[in-house]
């Protein structure tokens, strides 16, 4: 059986991209995107679960970000889940999970550009790590 780690979300930017120039001149994006569910509970009562998905986007796709994504945007993105960790300034171990992205298409009506901008990685040379 092949193993595939890939991942697809639609959701709302929480706030702006921050994107970063490397002192090679490669892009990187970073924001997070909300997806919230909404269910009713044993009460009836209303409820809504929001869940935030941290994102990095390299390259051409860092630049689309920075030129078309900000605070409110509702995206589909796609790509792949990414685990680090790392000891903080007073030894505790940390971790984070985010998507690597390979794919976003921008879901807004007022988006004029062509919203189902795409770069691969293949396209790009791959990620820098």
């Keep these: 059986m092949a193993v595939n780690n890939s991942v697809k979300l639609i959701g709302h930017v929480g706030k702006d991209p921050e994107v970063k120039t490397l002192d ?3 892009k990187v994006a970073n924001f997070s ?3 919230s569910k909404s269910f009713k ?4 009562n209303k409820q809504e679960n929001t869940q935030w998905f941290n994102l990095v986007a390299w390259r051409k796709l860092a630049e689309i970000v920075e030129s078309y994504i900000k605070k409110g945007s509702h995206l589909a993105v ?6 680090s960790s790392w000891d903080d300034k007073d030894g505790g171990k940390k971790y984070a999970t985010e998507v690597l992205l390979s794919g976003i298409l921008m879901l807004d009506k007022k ?3 062509d919203a189902s901008a795409r770069v691969s990685d ?3 040379g791959g990620v820098p790590f």
């Design 24 to 26: 090679n001149g490669t």
């Design 33 to 35: 995107i909300a997806i």
């Design 41 to 44: 509970d044993k009460d009836g």
């Design 78 to 83: 796609e790509g792949e889940l990414t685990n």
């Design 111 to 113: 988006a004029v550009v």
């Design 122 to 124: 293949d396209q790009e």
